[in-house]
């Protein structure tokens, strides 16, 4: 994956930058490797500082609506302080830590519709030019693998996934926004329950587990939300059966009463999702038009629309593609 920019800011003749990364896919926590190539100009220059930045397209809702925006999450100095000579070619290998929240962007090598991207700041001369998105790839950890793989062999499907503006409450939530799985129910759930969204928010020593379902409203009742939360420690995810497990834990939502707060180990206290800018409202649009099932082999991610995928690979393109004076004015919008 590759991009070439230009320095507007010094006009034709400026030095140019190639951004490359590696095609292993990282994972949250983990390493993301690859290399900055320059490309000196029509004159000597002074690389101040050379910057990658990660950024999100999040969605944030706001006096009843929804708008989406990129959010620069993380930032790394790979470089600088060096005087690239006219025509001089200069390779800078780099290797960064991502985030341990970095959202999921395919599970079992299918894209879920998460958009995140690496971009590059370069700065000569006083002047700073960023140049245009390397799309970022990131699967999941073992810990999140599981869980996903246990609610797939319950009967979960896969609906959608999108990043949120916001914080949920009693969590040690770092980014801005957290990531949303929503998943419809098995057949044994659909009368009780119309979805369930996942949230992982993963660091060094583990991975919390925030659970919501959006319950239906009985014959006397109005529909309500019910939240719980739950911890795995990374080492203990191999020595565990996960389906009966995380089969509990559905249990435990599903029978939990309004009112009640949430529950789930380790935590007693009630939480909820507070989002930038407007309450919470459950989607039901097209998502990724995908599905989970289980099998023999786990969790399979099919795409059931090609009008749909189509939209969606429409989608991406726009936000890597697109003019950066765009990019610039959806930043404003996080």
């Known amino acids: 994956m590759v991009f070439k920019k230009l320095l507007g800011s010094l006009g034709v003749g400026g030095p140019t930058v190639d951004t490359v990364l590696d095609p292993v896919s990282a994972v949250p926590g983990g390493t993301l490797s690859g290399e900055v190539r320059l490309h000196g100009g029509e004159a000597d220059f ?16 706001r006096d009843g609506g929804e708008s989406h925006g990129m959010v620069v999450f993380d930032r790394f100095t790979v470089g600088g302080g060096f005087r690239l000579a006219e025509g001089e070619r200069r390779v800078l290998p780099f290797a960064v830590t991502l985030p341990w929240e970095t959202p999921v962007t395919e599970l079992y090598g299918q894209a879920l519709g998460i958009v995140l991207g690496v971009r590059t700041e370069l700065s000569v001369a006083g002047a700073k030019d960023k140049g245009d998105l390397d799309p970022l790839t990131v699967r999941p950890l073992p810990a999140q693998e599981a869980v996903l793989e246990a609610l797939g062999q319950l009967g979960f499907g896969f609906k959608s996934a999108d990043l949120e503006l916001g914080h949920i409450r009693g969590t040690g939530q770092q980014l801005p926004f ?12 659909a009368h009780q329950v119309n979805e369930i969204e996942v949230t992982f928010l ?19 009742s109005e529909g309500h939300d019910a939240l719980s939360r739950h911890r795995i420690d990374h080492s203990e995810v191999p020595r565990r059966d996960w389906n009966p497990e995380v089969d509990a834990w559905i249990r435990q939502l599903i029978d939990h009463r309004a009112g009640h707060g949430s529950h789930g180990a380790p935590y007693g206290q009630g939480g909820g999702r507070e989002h930038g800018g407007g309450h919470h409202g459950h989607r039901s649009g097209p998502g990724m038009g995908t599905v989970v099932a289980a099998g023999a082999a786990g969790l399979a991610v099919g795409v059931v629309g090609g009008m749909v995928a189509a939209e969606v690979v429409d989608e991406v393109g726009d936000f890597f593609e697109g003019d950066e004076e765009g990019a610039e004015e959806g930043d404003g919008e996080s």
């Open 178 to 189: 957290y990531q949303e799985l929503e998943l419809t129910p098995p057949a044994r759930y």
């Open 46 to 61: 002074t690389i101040e500082h050379i910057t990658l930045e990660l950024v999100a397209r999040v969605e944030a809702e």
């Open 202 to 220: 993963a660091d060094a020593a583990g991975l919390e587990v925030v659970l919501e379902a959006d319950k239906r409203g009985g014959l006397f």
